[in-house]
């Protein structure tokens, strides 16, 4: 249903915009010849013009979409020839032809004529003109049709702030409306609902006569909301009310109807369904013809009916007309056919016909039992995950890609459920390695894509000047952003200052997405980097493993877990079937005992629910590989919420728990080293070992002071302030370490924001002992909090959407701080934000905690993990050693796993340093000054000997 809104919602936004614009009366079709006539007889080019934009609108009036593009056409010609003194003219013209483009579905065209209407008005009204206002609200409408919701925002926004000034009720309740779009696609019914309420009372006090649209809004929020009552009368009024203003045949009323099918099916009553679809296509047919986005989607809300009603057959026919009706190069009526990507532009409108189609096929496999149906199905999932990468791609900003990747979770699980099934059924090894591949594509797409970004301007013939142009770009878009998002948080944010801003954050934006088109057509290496999906292969991956290595994959659905259990020389995909909201259960069990630091009321009863959890999701996850684990690192790449749970602590046998005994539990920790990986393409392809000396100097260590939090720096997160309490084990963490490996301190005072920034790129290790700041609700936005400075341009909050923009040469860092992997968890996209933007500055590998740990501790197991370090250890081997060397000398309470198992080991593991060598060293050392002493000894011997 959320697909189907976004095809109604084209026409919904800014529709008051396009009667400000038009003009002139109704033509008949033999004006075209009419039009020839009098362009070569009308001298005066600002008269032939009013008279092509008259003859463009009436035909767009009356939905007579060619005859109106012929027109504009001519129109854009006349223009082009220059002399034109009406400038109001160029400026209708630009925007409504924007209009006519984006009603017949031609988005890119229409995004065009939007960028030239945009340029000219800024250079003939002024960058504050009201002028702006359609032209960034329709555009927003092109970039939420796309999905692009970042992009549709930024827009939106745009078009509000200069409606604040023009204080016009009717273009206000458009923009509101457009908020409610947002917010719908977000599923936030109950906001959404608001806002258009919100815009239903602005046309009232407007006395707007176009109801019809906010009616069906409303109606769509009281339906998900389930109050179906309310949502029926609302869709009834809607469609009354267009009838009322424009008749039967009005193209619009098609959507309506169209709407109120789909609420009937979803409400099981049949009896009005296919009469109203019926209806639907009636008028799409009569207004656009069979080849229109809208038609299209008519008939894939008929494939859905049939699929509903277990009528297979019928709903493909219905979903192959609907591609047919969607794709202008693609005419193949046999539902075993799909198109090519050659035929196609990469969109949503596309997938959401694909994946119903591939579904239905699945059903249908289960009533023919033919391998074919089900073979079919799995290469139409194959052309939607191609579908998708090419949309991420198109996306330029990180949240989008996040989206789009939680969005599309569903359809990699179908198609690796799919996937295992053929193995399963066929024994061809090509099935399960597809299914592998799905699961690092749903994993890996979304970093992957900007690490790729990353070396396309390494690797891409990209001058340095371009680069350092588009660096300062980003800083400042992430400097702007920052100062929004902090002041709308405030009780009482500055409104100008945010109007300011963000207009100088709309600039930035447009100039940054015009750079990259450029670096795109004139630097075809860095196009073709960028541009790179592909996911490393089973055979990469096993060549890359070393002998001791076990990697574990997890992908899980509503109702199956699958584990990829590979080695250097074994492959194995497994299936098991659970119930998810369980599943999920004991995993929120075990995080939530490992989290409390409550410890006067940790029971037997707590003893108890934490060890049976621990133990059932070890028989999940690991059941059944005891041979395999046996001598072996552990490689984990998890998925969903158990990304955020140490799979140390769970359980290789039931517990006694008569007692409580924390320290004598069979943790697999014992057994076992453990890292994580957020994909397997991340962590191996392309791989670059950290192993051995670096020429950079050795560690960086930063442990600020919170003894003086500066109230202005920290306003807007004055929920968080009193989590900033002193840790004054973070001093004596870094000193300790510092005894191991030489490094240099920045410690209370010194510990600054700007500090870090102006050294972290010459130290071979970071390590950053201090408190962040989490923000689930953004993960761009989560601090790390350095000492604040008030006299300093840095404000002492990192970011981690800075961290992106920074450039490491480190081989590791630490992050030792309080609840630095507490962000929120983005489906689809691996582990913890703050680690994935050390990733994406250059650092292979992050050791980073997952709560809020006792810093005593901290301090104590770090040094340890340092000196295994030394040793020559792998990174993995020297934290289990340190955990496993605290749990010897740990007492019965501090043995709780939440004081040793919040360290975790992501991304490359081997050893900083090479032990043999240090050996070999002290060896030389110690050897040199053995023989100094034996010959200064000597030499003194023979002095007496002569004397």
């Known amino acids: 249903m959320k697909n189907f809104l976004k095809k109604i919602f084209i026409f919904l936004l800014f529709p008051p915009f396009l009667l400000f614009l038009f003009s002139g009366s109704m033509v008949s079709e033999s004006n075209l010849e009419l039009e020839k006539h009098e362009t070569s007889e009308i001298v005066n080019p600002d008269s032939l013009l009013q008279k092509q934009f008259d003859r463009a609108v009436d035909f767009l009036r009356k939905g007579e979409f060619d005859y109106s593009i012929q027109s ?20 209708r013209t630009y925007v409504n032809f924007g209009v006519l483009l984006n009603r017949v579905g031609d988005w890119k065209k229409s995004l065009n004529f939007y960028d030239i209407a945009e340029s000219f008005t800024i250079t003939e009204f002024g960058d504050d003109s009201n002028k702006l206002i359609p032209i960034y609200g329709n555009k927003g409408t092109i970039f939420n049709n796309y999905g692009d919701l970042v992009k549709a925002q930024n827009y939106y926004e745009k078009a509000l702030s200069l409606l604040e000034v023009e204080g016009n009720p009717k273009w206000l309740s458009q923009t509101y409306n457009n908020l409610g779009v947002i917010l719908y696609k977000k599923a936030n019914y109950s906001e959404s609902l608001k806002y258009y309420l919100r815009t239903l009372n602005l046309k009232k006090e407007s006395n707007s006569q176009y109801f019809s649209s906010t009616f069906n809004n409303i109606a769509n929020c009281y339906k998900k909301l389930k109050r179906y009552d309310e949502a029926d009368l609302y869709y009834k009024m809607s469609i009354e009310e267009i009838i009322k203003t424009n008749g039967t045949d009005y193209y619009l009323l098609g959507d309506y109807y169209l709407n109120y099918a789909v609420f009937q099916n979803e409400i099981q009553n049949d009896k009005n369904v296919l009469p109203y679809l019926n209806l639907a296509l009636d008028i799409y047919r009569k207004n656009f013809g069979d080849k229109h986005p809208d038609t299209a989607h008519c008939l894939k809300n008929f494939g859905d009916y049939y699929f509903k009603k277990k009528d297979h057959l019928n709903a493909l026919q219905y979903y192959q ?32 016909i694909l994946k119903p189609k591939a579904v239905t096929l699945r059903y249908l496999y289960d009533k023919t039992n033919s391998i074919s149906d089900l073979d079919f199905s799995l290469q139409t999932y194959d052309l939607c995950l191609d579908i998708i990468d090419k949309i991420r791609i198109a996306y330029q900003d990180e949240e989008s890609k996040f989206a789009l990747s939680k969005n599309e979770k569903e359809t990699y699980n179908q198609a690796i459920e799919i996937a295992v099934k053929l193995y399963q059924l066929t024994k061809d090894v090509k099935y399960k390695e597809k299914a592998f591949i799905y699961s690092e594509r749903s994993k890996s797409a979304s970093l992957q894509s900007s690490l790729n970004d990353v070396n396309a301007k390494n690797f891409g013939g990209i001058s340095t000047e371009l680069q350092e142009k588009e660096t300062n770009l980003k800083l400042n878009i992430a400097k702007y952003r920052e100062l929004v998002h902090d002041e709308r948080k405030k009780q009482t944010p500055d409104r100008d200052s945010i109007s300011g801003w963000q207009n100088v954050l709309f600039n930035l934006n447009e100039e940054y997405n015009q750079m ?45 877990l699958f584990s990829f259990v590979i080695t250097k020389s074994s492959f194995e995909v497994e299936r098991e079937k659970i119930v998810k909201d369980s599943f999920d259960y004991h995993l929120e069990e075990v995080r939530n005992c490992l989290k409390t630091n409550d410890f006067a009321n940790n029971s037997v009863a707590y003893y108890q629910k934490y060890t049976k959890s621990a133990y059932l999701l070890y028989q999940h996850l690991l059941n059944g590989k005891d041979s395999l684990l046996t001598g072996k690192s552990l490689l984990i790449v998890p998925d969903d919420k158990m990304a955020y749970i140490p799979f140390g602590v769970l359980l290789k046998k039931e517990a006694d728990t008569t007692t409580m005994n924390y320290r004598n539990l069979e943790y697999l920790i014992k057994y076992n080293s453990i890292t994580y990986h957020n994909s397997a393409t991340l962590g191996f392809k392309n ?17 600020p002071s919170y003894n003086d939090v500066n109230d202005s720096i920290l306003y807007t997160e004055r929920a968080y302030r009193d989590k900033l309490y002193p840790l004054p084990g973070v001093k004596e963490e870094v000193i300790n370490i510092s005894k191991v490996i030489h490094g240099d301190l ?48 840095q404000d002492g909050l990192l970011n981690t959407h800075e961290i992106y923009n920074m450039n490491f040469n480190a081989r590791m860092v ?43 501790t901290g301090s104590n197991l770090m040094s340890n993990f340092y000196t295994f370090l030394s040793h020559g250890l792998k990174k993995d081997d020297a934290l289990r050693q340190a955990k496993l060397e605290y749990l010897k000398t740990a007492d019965a309470l501090k043995s709780h796993p939440y004081f040793w198992s919040g360290y975790v080991t992501l991304g490359d593991v081997d050893p900083l340093y090479d032990d043999g060598l240090i050996h070999r060293l002290m060896y030389f050392a110690f050897g040199s000054v053995g023989i100094i002493l034996f010959l200064f000894f000597r030499k003194k011997f023979k002095g007496k000997a002569v004397a």
């Open 746 to 793: 920045f410690i209370d005072d010194m510990a600054t924001e700007a500090n870090f920034k102006a050294n972290s790129g010459e130290y071979d290790v970071l390590h950053l002992a201090m408190h962040t700041i989490i923000d689930d609700e953004n993960p761009m936005y989560s601090k790390l909090v350095f000492t604040q400075n008030s006299d300093s341009l």
């Open 814 to 856: 630490v992050l030792s701080a309080c609840n630095t992997g507490d962000g929120k968890l983005l489906k689809g996209e691996g582990v913890m934000s703050l680690a994935r933007g050390f990733f994406y500055a250059g650092c292979p590998s992050v050791i980073m905690t997952l709560w809020t740990v006792e810093d005593k």
């Open 321 to 352: 007309k609907a591609l047919i009706s969607e794709l202008d190069n693609f005419n193949n009526s046999t539902v075993y056919i799909n198109p090519t990507m050659d035929e196609l532009d990469p969109q949503l409108s596309i997938l959401e």
């Open 687 to 703: 791989h670059s070992s950290s192993y051995g000396f670096s020429s950079n100097k050795s560690i960086l260590a930063f442990a």
């Open 72 to 91: 504009f056409e001519n129109a854009i010609l006349t223009i082009n020839q220059g002399g034109l003194v009406d400038k109001n003219l160029v400026y």
């Open 516 to 560: 990259v088109l450029r670096f795109e057509e004139d630097y075809p290496e860095y196009y073709a980097l960028k541009y790179d999906t592909k996911t490393i292969d089973i055979e990469e991956l096993q060549s890359r493993l070393s002998d001791n290595d076990l990697l574990i994959e997890y992908s899980i659905s509503d109702s199956a």
